[in-house]
């Protein structure tokens, strides 16, 4: 069943156009990403999708009586509101129904005289399904870390506001989901909530994201913009990666036997008497069609990083019993560290415990408080701000290059223009002579990008790259890091760029307390996994202190069995489970079968904590 449907949509902007004629549609239960290099219009796209932005030519449809949503790579929330406010404005009669009686509520407690009849409402209520629906809405909030509804927008950080922007397209449960960027400023813990939703959920998705787990995981179908034209690919984001690979090879294939064709044909053309019969008129069509074909180009440009780093003196960085606060809140405790040649460090922790100010502190943006930071003269520190970096919009993208110079040595001692240094990293030359204004927020960052690198630091530090740069850069980066000798220190959400390039954490834990932790991002989460199944192990025997008899007695032959049985049905359920998720991510069944499936996965994960439980019951007994 068919939900959306595009046709020959166009899009430029000035005189740059960022497609034409593309045409797609998406059917119920498919979860679709859109992928393609930064400045490609995938996130205009979304916006004309969602009816935020107008085409220039071609139609866009959605299935009737069905309900979309989008959340926007940049929300807009009114800073006045309240939380409450945010989320339950809106058109969403189900939503107002409860918004009505949780307002009811409140009176009901505050002032019980006055309170209003909550019969009416208790009724409508009951016609209209809502129990069900505030549960689920409550527990949405829950899992994206919201209870103080009545905080005002204006007084929270970036990735709070994020959170409610992201609960309030997930409360109304539509049946079209549109994301923009959506792990942008989340926690890890809540990226991998939502990861879980959304590949459980009954929905239809459509969204833009980095994230590579997360594609992988979530997607069955990729839809990629590619020199202004759309290709489909059925599959998650590591099938997709294979496919586009075949596509390439075989288009370059088709253009070179074109070419080779095409010289006879020209040889025929130019033979041919300009008043040619009717006969030959077939071959002159063929003629234009191969010319056509001739002119297309397969895009293998990559983005190169050759940049050379200075080298480092035996003292790097060393940091001794710092401390940093602000307005009275600890995000630095008597911290000390001394940095050491070809560190790869990550930072993780909650939003809002002082990620980015630490790595400010580093960076020399400010002094601590207490403590020193001792840096070695020959250390030179490259700061990849989360801010986007304040370029001049009027001057062109080669000016703020050769602001910095206009020779560039490279690590293998050679020397590049700006222009060629700009071409790199994939600006090309129209862009180079183009306003910075006119350039797409992912196409500033790297700009910023190459500002950072171009002057060869020995000491990176950088601050959520992954947020706007497009999956083809963040690859090039990540191979280019990987070769780097200076030290690294990185604050990403990103799991797999922190997998791939950090071995040990810093995880803040918030009041100012800093852990050391030895591996990277994955091998954190295990642990942390390890540590909760130990405490829970720790805990059982409390509950059952009031019968000592029954803890200390051996199982019965049946209670035996009954363990045995239990751990072949736990690992049976959990191989079940996969092979679900499996399938529901391949994108090889139709909607009445992810719709089983999805009902499957939830009534496996009830199983399977009914199961664990007893099975650890029985295990702590034995």
């Known amino acids: 069943m068919n939900y959306l449907s595009a046709e020959n949509l166009a899009k430029s902007f000035d005189e740059r156009q960022l497609f034409e004629k593309l045409t797609f549609g998406i059917d119920q239960g498919r979860k679709v990403a859109l992928v393609g290099v930064n400045g490609c219009g995938k996130s205009t796209l979304l916006k004309i999708i969602a009816g935020f932005e107008t085409q220039d030519q071609g139609e866009v449809s959605f299935r009737k009586d069905i309900k979309v949503a989008m959340l926007a790579q940049t929300p807009v929330l009114e800073d006045e509101d309240t939380v409450e406010e945010s989320i339950f404005e809106g058109e969403d009669a189900v939503l107002k129904l409860i918004k009505d009686y949780e307002l009811a509520l409140q009176k009901l407690e505050s002032d019980p005289e006055n309170a209003p009849d909550l019969t009416p409402i208790i009724e409508q209520m009951d016609a209209k399904g809502a129990w069900d629906y505030e549960s689920d809405v409550k527990q949405i909030l829950g899992k994206l870390g919201i209870h103080d509804f009545g905080q005002k927008l204006g007084a929270m950080s970036g990735g709070q506001r994020k959170r409610v922007a992201l609960a309030k397209v997930l409360v109304t449960q539509p049946d079209f989901l549109i994301l923009d960027e959506p792990t942008n400023h989340l926690d890890l813990e809540i990226i991998e909530w939502l990861e879980n939703y959304l590949a459980t959920q009954n929905l239809t998705l459509l969204m833009v994201t980095h994230d590579r787990y997360f594609l992988d995981r979530v997607t069955n179908e990729i839809l990629e913009i590619d020199q202004g034209q759309i290709f489909k690919y059925t599959g998650n984001y590591s099938y997709f990666l294979q496919k586009k690979e075949e596509r390439q090879t075989m288009e370059q294939v088709t253009i070179t036997k074109a070419r080779n064709l095409m010289k006879k044909e020209l040889e025929w053309m130019r033979r041919q008497p300009k008043a040619r019969g009717t ?101 030179k520190i490259g700061f990849y701000t989360q801010e986007e970096q304040s370029f001049d919009l009027s001057k062109r993208v080669i000016d703020i290059v050769q602001e910095v110079a206009e020779y560039i040595k490279l690590a293998d001692g050679s020397e590049v223009t700006a222009s060629q240094l700009l071409h790199q990293f994939l600006f090309s030359p129209e862009l180079q002579y183009s306003l910075v204004g006119k350039l797409s927020g992912g196409e500033r960052r790297r700009l910023q990008l190459l500002r950072v690198l171009m002057e060869n630091p020995n000491f990176i530090i950088l601050d959520e790259p992954t947020n706007d740069l497009d999956i083809m850069t963040l690859n090039v980066l990540e191979d280019y890091l990987e070769k780097y000798d200076g030290c690294l220190l990185i604050v990403s959400h990103d799991r797999y760029f922190m997998d791939r390039l950090v071995d040990h954490l810093f995880v803040f834990e918030g009041q100012g307390l800093i852990r050391d932790f030895p591996g990277n991002y994955t091998d954190y989460r295990e642990s942390i996994a390890q540590e909760k199944k130990a405490e829970s192990k720790k805990e059982t025997p409390k509950k059952e202190a009031a019968k000592p008899k029954e803890q200390t007695r051996k199982l019965s032959f049946k209670e035996k069995k009954e363990l045995e049985e239990l751990e072949a049905k736990i690992a049976k359920l959990e191989s079940e489970k996969s092979q679900l998720v499996e399938q529901m991510n391949s994108g090889s069944g139709g909607f009445e079968e992810l719709q089983q499936w999805s009902e499957r996965v939830t009534a496996i994960d009830e199983e399977l904590e009914e199961k664990e439980m007893r099975w650890l019951e029985l295990s702590e007994m034995a």
Do not use: C, M
């Open 279 to 379: 006969k030959a008129k077939y071959r002159i069509d063929a003629f234009h069609d191969l010319k056509e074909t001739v002119s297309k180009k397969v895009d293998s440009a990559e983005l190169e990083v050759k940049l050379k780093a200075n080298r480092q003196g035996k003292k790097i960085l060393e940091l001794q019993k710092i401390t940093k606060s602000f307005d009275g809140q600890p995000f630095v405790d008597q911290f000390e560290y001394v940095f050491k040649r070809g560190d790869r460090i990550g930072i993780v922790g909650p939003n809002g415990v002082g990620k980015s100010t630490f790595l400010k502190l580093i960076a020399g943006d400010f002094p601590p408080d207490e403590g020193e930071l001792d840096q070695g003269l020959n250390t």
